[in-house]
């Protein structure tokens, strides 16, 4: 199994910034994509950001120029810089891994337990 751990979250005032943490560990044999997600109250969770092993990024177009992913790969740890924040990035924000635990087993998503943020003055 593998295990997310997010971390960073917290209130923050419009215009700020939060920096937000995901580690995996576990018995992880390799990860391939990562990303955040979020999901404000009553409104289903959508895609934030992700990264491949190679570095390469997407972004939700609502995020772009103000959010920034990047990745660690030697610490299975992905990061998730937001600048600008509005009151409408308020969310639970949720990492998310495609890994293989083992050669023989196909590649499974996993999620970690989500952080909240909230953006409020």
Known sequence: QVQLVESGGGLVQPGGSLRLS???????????????????????RE????????GSTDYADSVKGRFTISRDNAKNTIYLQMNSLKPEDTAVYYCNAVAQVQAAVPPTGYWGQGTQVTVSS
Do not use: D, E, N
């Open 22 to 44: 995901c580690a995996a560990s576990g018995s992880i044999f390799s990860i391939y994509a990562m990303g955040w997600y979020r999901q404000a109250p009553g409104k289903q």
């Open 47 to 54: 895609l934030v950001a992700t990264i491949t092993r190679s």
